[in-house]
């Protein structure tokens, strides 16, 4: 681009900026509370077709009536507000798009006020990105991994290729959100920049660039899945090793154990043996089903072996399902042993109601 084409470009911002200021002082004094540049031509990386990226911020439901649309020029412009809401997210790191409060080029304020207001807000967020990375990260992470793995699945009950296509792109921005949220940033400089940037980023999962451009030349329904497949198995792989580097390993206390042997007796135990005993396929898959569940959960919030029963179903031998859930029972009884409690069960109802009464007047 010559200098004379780019003075003229900015010449013609800054009339609709003009433009734009002029209509919020007029017809929306109190309703719109200041106005800030973000996008191409706040970065520089701007060409010849490049719109221009204002973020009005409105105090007001009124405010939004500022909005509107248009063709200037053979380019497309897009006026819209941004309410406070989306900037308290942003201060929260709620949201990856932090830009609209860490690198917004104000403009216009209306009033002294909503420039602190702003401001307090930015700095909330650079303390949050100031942060080394942590388990609040992981945790962020999470969401946007749980996201793409749903859009995985939809690819799998969907065969028509534009869609399935579509969902790819869908897991691909959910899985580059998590690796966002991985490295403790914010998206900047827009889209157009985002990959390139991303790249630099100290956390990322192996071979990101070659699986990603995998998913963009992927020709059939078949393809895309299996490509979409690969790139969300790497991401998994480095959000299960920063997961195990950052959050605590959990570990069964007597504490955290209590109840959780007699509800595993009590939900589980004799429904299995009178499944398997009666040769109830149906019956013994459900409530094998919901035993590992149970197993599953008290391993991620009490630290308990991992116990895989479902690996042991077989619809024709039941009676190997019953014997290896009373040894996973066994195994997970020893874990009381081991922090010292003891398993609340009684031959006589008068031992329990001793045991109950007075546990309860204590």
């Not at 035993?291 to 029963?309: E, H, I, R, V, W």
Request: hydrophobic fraction near 40%; proline fraction near 2%.
């Amino acid at each position: 681009m010559n200098e004379q084409i780019k003075q003229e470009l900015l010449a013609k911002n800054q009339q609709l900026i003009d433009m734009v200021i002029s209509r919020a002082q007029r017809d929306f004094p109190d309703e719109i509370a200041l106005i800030g540049l973000t996008g191409s031509f706040s970065t520089g990386d701007f060409h010849e077709k490049s719109d221009l990226d204002l973020i009005i911020v409105n105090n007001t439901d009124k405010g939004w009536e500022i909005g509107d649309c248009f063709i200037l020029d053979d380019v497309g412009y897009d006026v819209y507000c941004t309410p406070w809401e989306k900037l308290e997210e942003a201060s929260r790191a709620e949201t990856v798009w932090m830009a609209l409060l860490v690198d917004l080029e104000i403009l216009y304020v209306a009033d002294s006020k909503h420039l602190e207001r702003f401001n307090e807000l930015k700095e909330k967020a650079l303390k949050i990105l100031a942060q080394p990375v942590s388990e609040v990260h992981v945790k962020r992470a999470e969401k946007h991994l749980n996201l793409a793995k749903q859009a995985y699945v939809d690819m799998m009950l969907s065969s028509e290729i534009g869609h399935v296509r579509f969902l790819s792109s869908y897991l691909i921005y959910h899985v580059f959100n998590g690796i966002v949220a991985l490295n403790n940033t914010y998206i900047k400089g827009g889209f157009k920049r985002h990959f390139k940037n991303l790249m630099a980023y100290d956390y990322l999962p192996e071979q990101l660039d070659q699986l990603y451009m995998e998913i963009i030349e992927a020709k059939t329904v078949d393809l895309i899945r299996s490509h979409s497949l690969s790139f969300l198995k790497s991401f998994t792989q480095l959000y299960e090793e920063m997961r195990r580097a950052q959050m605590p390993e959990k570990l069964p206390t007597f504490e955290n154990l209590k109840g959780t042997y007699e509800e595993l007796w009590s939900n589980y135990r004799n429904k299995i043996l009178k499944s398997t005993r009666e040769n109830d396929k149906f019956s013994a898959f459900d409530v094998a089903s919901d035993a590992q569940n149970f197993f599953d959960s008290m391993t991620d919030y009490c630290g308990t072996p991992k116990f895989d029963l479902m690996k042991h179903f077989d619809p024709d031998d039941l009676e190997r399902l019953r014997e290896k859930f009373l040894e996973m029972m066994e195994a997970y009884r020893l874990e009381y042993d081991k922090v010292g409690r003891t398993v609340r069960k009684f031959d006589q109802f008068e031992d329990l109601y001793q045991s109950f009464i007075g546990d309860a007047c204590k």
